[in-house]
C-alpha cells in the first residue's frame, strides 16, 4: 500500500503539487490522469523517490520511500522517456539491473525474451526506437519483479498489437503477484480498461480520486426526447445536470446522481425516448474538468 | 540487504568503470610519456655531456608536463562519473534506483580515485625499473615514490575539487568552465586588484606579485612552476587536508542536492548572488583595466561596462536564456552595481589609510631606501632570492637615518606631489625612483613606492638621506662586502685577457676594505660620476648553487690608495693598459642624439668618419700616455663627446670614451675640430 500524505513539491516558484493526499491498495491499477502541467510526473517522480517532497511525505507499506533502499528496491519508476547508458545491449543493462534489484529474476528475463522478440538482445539500446526502447524499459522492469511498478505515459509510442501485449503482461503481474501499478496518462482510453482506481489532478491538486466503477456511478449520460418543452425545464430543477446537447427533439444530458434516481425523475415525464449510454473515462473526465474551470475554449479559427 | 550488495554493487561499480575507465587508459599513457620517456629524451639528450644529468627530484625532468596532464585527466574524470547528476533522465533514473545517494557518491569517488592512481603507480613502477639502468640521467628510487605521492596528492586534490564543483552547479560543461576559473581566480583577482592599486593608491608598492603570496593558491600557477620549485611536503599536507574537507562537504551538499536541479547552471540558489558579484566584479575589473590600457582616460566609464557586461552575462546564464531584460533585471543590477563598486572602490579608498601611513621612527625596527626593492632587498637562499625573508645587509637599524627617511616619507605623503605623465621622455630625469622598506616592531612590513620630483622642495631631504653612510652601505652593498672572502677578479675592459684573481684571504680582506673605504668616501653616491676609471672588480658576494651573484665595483683614479694598494703588491703592471701597447688611437666626436644611441653603436660611428676631417689619428706616445689617463672604458651617455679606438699592436682594438670634463687643454688642441 502507498500513502501519499499532503505532499507539496515546489519548483522555483512553482507549486507542481500542492497538498495531494492518496492511497493506492495492494495490487490495484492505479489511474493518474489530469490536464498537460497538472503535476502528475511530478507526483509519480515524488512516489518513487525521484524527488524530495518539499511538505508531505510518501510511505511505502508505512516506510518512507526518499532515500530508502528497502523500500525502493520494491519499487521501480519507468520515465516517459527511458534512459539507458551510452551505448550498451539490453543484456548488457540486464547485468546492471541484475546487480541493483534483489529481487531480480533472470528465468522470468529469458521468458519474456518471447514477448519482446523484436529486440535483439545484443544490439545498442540507443538504436532502437522509441517504441521499442519502451518496450525495453518495460522488459528490465518486469524482470525485476517490482511490488509496485511506476509507469509514467507507458503507452505512448507502442503500436496496437504492442499495447496489448503490455496490457497483458500488466495484468498477469497484477493477478499472478498482486503488484499494485501506478499509470499516468492522458490517453485516458487506454487505460480506461485497465484501472481499477483513478485520480484526477489540475493544477497541482487532486481533484478527484475513487474506484472507477464509483466514479462511473456518480454522473450518466442520459439520451431523452421530451413529450413537451417544458418537462425540461422540469427536471433541470430536480436533476444536477453538468452537460447538454441537442440534435433535433433529442437531448443529450450528463447528469450527476445513481441510474435509479435518475429514471425515477426522468419516467415521471414519460418522455419519447430515454436511454441511459455508458459514459467513457474520457467524458467524465472532460467534464469534470470542465466543472473545475478547465474547458474546451471555443475557438474559431 | 547485506553490507556487501549495499556498498559492493557490482552494478554500480561496472558503470563507474565503464565511465571513466578509458581516462584511466589515457592517463596512463600520457604519465608513461610524462616520467619515464621524458628520462629517456633526457639521457640522449646527455649522451655526449660530460657530467650526467643528477635530478634532485622528479619534477625536476619537465615536470609540468605531469601536473598539466593530470589537471585535463582529473577535471574529466571528474565531470565524467558525474555526468550521471547532470544529465535529466540519468540523474532521474539514478534516483530512483534502491541506492542511496552516498553510495553513488562513493562509488564515482572511489572508482575515480583508483582509475586515477593506479596510472601514476603503474608509471612509478616502470621509472623505479629504470633507476640506475640509465647512463646519463641519475635518480633514486625514494625520488620516483615521492614524485609519484605527489602526484598522487595533486590528482586527489583535483578530482575532488571538480566533483565538489559539480555539486553545486547542474551542468557538466559549467562545471568544467567552473572548475577552471575557480583554480585561476586567486591570482586573476591578484593581477586585476593590483593593476587599480598601482593606478590608484599612491606610493602602492606591489608587494603581493613579489612575495607569491596569493599566487600560491592559485593550484594551477603554483603546480606549474613544479620543476622549478618542486612540490613540498608542506604543500602535499595542505592539498590532502583541503581533498577531504572536499569530499565531506561534496557528501553534504549531495544530500542537499535536489534531483530536479540537473541542467541547472547553479543548484543552491544561495549561490547565485555569490556567482552573480564574481562575475560581475571580475567583468569590470578585467574590462576596466582593456579599457583603462588601450585609452588611458575614462577608468569609471569602462568599469561600468564592464560591470554591466558581467551582470548581464550572470543572468543569461542564471536564467538560461538571453531574454532577461525585465524590470527584475534593473532593479538586480543597481543592487549587484553598488556591491561591486563598493568592492573595487573600498580598497582603493582614503579609508584604508594606505596613501598617508607613515610609521612612527620609535615603531620602526629596520629600514631601507633604494629604488629597487625587488632586486636589493630579498635574502639569498639556496633557491634564488627570497622576499619572504629580508636581507638584512640591507637593512639599517640607525635612528638618525630612519629618522631622516620618516621625515621625507612624511613630507611626499602630505604633498603627494604629481609626477607628470610616465610617457614622458623626461619623466625618469626629473623624478627619481624611491621605494621605502620598513621593518616594524611588531614584525610586520610597509613597502612604498614613490616617483619624487627632483625639485628644491624634496632636494634636503633626498640628500640627508644619500648622504649618509648608511645610505651608501646599502647602495654599495657594503656589509656584504665587509663580511666577503671571495675571490676578487680584477679585470681590464681594454684587453679580455688581462686580468688577475686575488685569492689570498689577507689580501681579499685588504682589497675589499679599500673599496669600502672609497664608497664610503664618495658624497652622493646617486650623483657620482666617476671619470678616467679603466678598472673593473668582480667579486660573487652571495654564493649559491643554481645562479651567480656577482658585484661590479668600478674603481674610481680619484681614489688613490687602491691604485697605491694594487702597485705595491705588484698587480698594476699585469693589468693596466700601457703605451707600449698601443699603435695607435682613433678619435671622432659622438654627436648621437638620444634616438640614435640605440641604433648607431660605436663601429658605425667610426665607418661614417673615415676618411673625414672629423677622424683624428694619434700616435705621439705622450699624446696617446695623456689620452690613455683621462679617458676611460665605460661612461655616462649624456656627458661623452668623443669615442675612442685603441689600436693594440697585438691587432686587436678597444673603444673607449672621453667625457667633456676630461678634455684637458693639452688633449683639446688634438680633438677633431
Known amino acids: ?301 | 540487504m547485506t553490507f556487501n550488495h549495499y556498498f559492493f554493487n557490482r552494478g554500480l561499480w561496472m558503470h563507474a568503470w565503464r565511465q571513466g575507465g578509458w581516462i584511466g587508459v589515457i592517463y596512463l599513457l600520457l604519465m608513461i610519456f610524462a616520467g619515464p620517456m621524458q628520462l629517456l629524451i633526457s639521457n640522449s639528450a646527455y649522451e655526449y655531456q660530460n657530467d650526467p644529468r643528477v635530478l634532485d627530484y622528479m619534477f625536476k625532468e619537465d615536470g609540468e608536463i605531469a601536473i598539466l596532464f593530470a589537471f585535463i585527466m582529473c577535471i574529466l574524470m571528474a565531470v565524467f562519473l558525474m555526468r550521471y547528476i547532470q544529465s535529466k533522465r540519468a540523474a532521474e533514473m539514478f534516483h530512483s534506483l534502491p541506492v542511496r545517494r552516498e553510495q553513488l557518491f562513493t562509488v564515482s569517488l572511489v572508482s575515480g580515485l583508483t582509475m586515477l592512481i593506479i596510472p601514476i603507480w603503474i608509471t612509478a613502477l616502470i621509472s623505479g625499473l629504470m633507476v640506475g639502468n640509465l647512463n646519463h640521467v641519475v635518480f633514486t628510487v625514494d625520488q620516483v615514490i615521492d614524485w609519484a605521492v605527489s602526484l598522487t596528492v595533486i590528482s586527489l586534490f583535483i578530482f575532488t575539487f571538480t566533483l565538489f564543483v559539480g555539486m553545486c552547479i547542474g551542468q557538466s560543461i559549467l562545471q568544467i568552465i567552473v572548475t577552471v576559473i575557480l583554480f585561476l581566480l586567486p591570482s586573476g583577482l591578484n593581477f586585476l586588484y593590483i593593476r587599480y592599486f598601482s593606478r590608484y593608491l599612491y606610493g602602492y608598492y606591489d608587494e603581493d606579485s613579489s612575495s607569491q603570496f596569493i599566487t600560491g593558491w592559485s593550484p594551477i600557477e603554483k603546480l606549474l612552476d613544479v620543476s622549478a620549485n618542486g612540490f613540498s611536503q608542506r604543500d602535499g599536507w595542505i592539498y590532502f587536508i583541503v581533498s577531504l574537507v572536499l569530499i565531506g562537504l561534496s557528501y553534504l551538499l549531495y544530500k542537499l542536492r535536489p534531483t530536479e536541479k540537473s541542467t541547472q547552471p547553479i543548484v543552491f540558489r544561495y549561490f547565485n548572488p555569490l556567482f552573480r558579484v564574481g562575475v560581475t566584479l571580475c567583468s569590470a575589473l578585467l574590462i576596466g583595466l582593456y579599457g583603462i590600457t588601450f585609452f588611458g582616460k575614462w577608468d569609471i566609464v569602462w568599469c561600468i561596462i564592464g560591470g554591466v557586461i558581467g551582470y548581464l552575462a550572470a543572468e543569461m546564464v542564471l536564467r538560461k536564456t538571453r531574454h532577461v531584460f525585465d524590470r527584475k533585471l534593473w532593479i538586480g543590477m543597481v543592487f549587484y552595481g553598488v556591491i561591486v563598486a563598493l568592492l573595487i572602490y573600498i580598497p582603493m579608498s582614503p579609508l584604508t589609510g594606505y596613501e598617508t601611513k607613515v610609521p612612527v621612527p620609535s615603531e620602526v625596527t629596520s629600514v631601507y631606501i633604494g629604488n629597487d626593492i625587488r632586486n636589493d632587498l630579498p635574502a639569498y637562499t639556496t633557491h634564488g632570492m627570497d622576499i619572504e625573508k629580508l636581507n638584512p645587509d640591507m637593512l639599517s637599524s640607525d635612528p638618525d637615518y630612519i629618522q631622516s627617511i620618516v621625515r621625507l616619507h612624511s613630507q611626499v605623503v602630505k604633498d603627494q606631489p604629481d609626477p607628470g605623465n610616465r610617457n614622458d621622455r623626461n619623466y625618469y630625469n626629473v623624478n627619481e625612483q624611491v621605494q621605502i622598506a620598513y621593518v616594524l616592531k611588531d614584525g610586520s612590513r610597509l613597502f612604498r613606492s614613490y616617483m619624487i620630483p627632483k625639485s628644491d622642495e624634496y632636494r634636503s631631504y633626498l640628500q640627508e638621506i644619500q648622504q649618509s653612510g648608511e645610505y651608501k652601505m646599502a647602495f654599495y652593498n657594503l656589509k656584504a662586502l665587509g663580511k666577503s672572502d671571495s675571490a676578487i677578479k680584477i679585470r681590464n675592459p681594454d684587453i679580455p685577457k688581462r686580468h688577475i684573481y686575488i685569492t689570498q684571504p689577507s689580501e681579499i680582506k685588504q682589497l675589499n676594505q679599500l673599496i669600502i673605504k672609497e664608497k664610503l668616501a664618495v658624497k652622493n653616491p646617486k650623483n657620482n660620476l666617476i671619470y678616467g676609471n679603466t678598472l673593473a672588480m668582480v667579486i660573487q658576494i652571495y654564493k649559491g648553487p643554481y645562479y651567480s651573484n656577482e658585484h661590479y665595483y668600478s674603481w674610481d683614479p680619484q681614489f688613490k690608495p687602491t691604485e697605491q694598494w694594487l702597485k705595491e703588491k705588484g698587480y698594476w703592471d699585469l693589468l693596466v693598459t700601457k703605451v707600449e701597447d698601443i699603435s695607435a688611437i682613433v678619435i671622432v666626436p659622438d654627436e648621437r642624439t638620444q634616438e640614435e644611441f640605440a641604433v648607431v653603436d660605436y663601429a658605425d660611428l667610426f665607418k661614417k668618419y673615415r676618411g673625414t676631417p672629423q677622424q683624428v689619428i694619434i700616435s705621439n706616445k705622450n699624446q696617446i700616455n695623456e689620452l690613455l689617463n683621462r679617458s676611460e672604458t665605460e661612461g655616462e651617455n649624456a656627458d661623452q663627446s668623443y669615442i675612442l679606438k685603441l689600436r693594440f699592436k697585438d691587432g686587436t682594438g678597444a673603444y673607449r670614451v672621453l667625457n667633456k670634463e676630461s678634455i684637458t687643454p693639452d688633449i683639446y688642441k688634438i680633438l677633431p675640430k
Not at chain 1, 38 to 50: E, P
Not at chain 1, 74 to 95: C, E, G, N
Not at chain 1, 188 to 199: A, F, N, Q, W
Open chain 1, 1 to 301: 500500500m502507498i500513502e501519499i500524505k499532503q505532499l507539496t513539491k515546489i519548483f522555483e516558484d512553482e507549486r507542481a503539487v500542492e497538498d495531494v493526499s492518496l492511497t493506492v491498495h495492494k495490487g490495484s491499477i492505479f489511474g493518474l490522469l489530469g490536464s498537460n502541467g497538472a503535476g502528475k510526473t511530478t507526483l509519480l517522480k515524488t512516489m518513487a523517490g525521484v524527488y524530495r517532497a518539499d511538505k508531505g511525505e510518501v510511505l511505502l507499506e508505512g516506510q518512507p520511500v526518499y532515500e530508502n533502499p528497502q523500500s525502493k528496491q520494491r519499487m521501480i519508476f519507468l520515465a516517459d522517456q527511458p534512459y539507458f547508458f551510452a551505448q550498451t545491449s539490453i543484456q548488457q543493462m540486464a547485468v546492471f539491473y541484475r546487480a541493483i534489484y534483489p529481487h531480480w529474476d533472470e528465468q522470468r528475463f529469458q521468458q519474456m525474451a518471447q514477448a519482446f522478440a523484436s529486440i535483439p538482445l545484443k544490439r545498442k539500446l540507443h538504436r532502437l526506437s522509441k517504441g521499442m526502447q519502451r518496450q525495453a524499459s518495460l522488459w528490465l522492469a518486469l524482470s525485476c519483479k517490482p511490488d509496485i511498478l511506476i509507469l509514467d505515459e507507458p503507452i505512448d509510442g507502442l503500436d496496437p498489437v504492442m499495447r496489448r501485449q503490455v496490457k497483458n503482461l500488466l495484468f498477469q503481474e497484477v493477478a499472478d503477484r498482486e503488484m499494485t501499478v501506478v499509470i499516468s496518462s492522458h490517453n485516458l482510453r487506454e487505460i480506461e480498461d485497465m484501472c481499477d482506481h483513478v485520480g484526477i489532478m489540475h493544477q497541482g491538486r487532486l481533484l478527484i480520486e475513487k474506484e472507477l466503477d464509483d466514479l462511473k456511478a456518480a454522473s450518466h449520460k442520459i439520451q431523452i426526447a421530451f413529450r413537451d418543452p417544458r418537462h425540461e425545464q422540469a427536471i433541470s430543477g430536480l436533476l444536477d445536470i453538468l452537460h447538454k446537447e441537442e440534435r433535433g427533439s433529442v437531448g443529450t444530458y450528463i447528469i450527476k446522481g445513481t441510474v435509479e434516481r435518475i429514471t425515477e425523475v426522468v419516467q415521471t415525464y414519460q418522455p419519447y425516448v430515454f436511454d441511459v449510454l455508458p459514459m467513457t473515462l474520457e467524458e467524465i473526465f472532460i467534464y469534470e474538468m470542465g466543472d473545475a474551470g478547465y474547458d474546451v475554449q471555443p475557438l474559431l479559427l
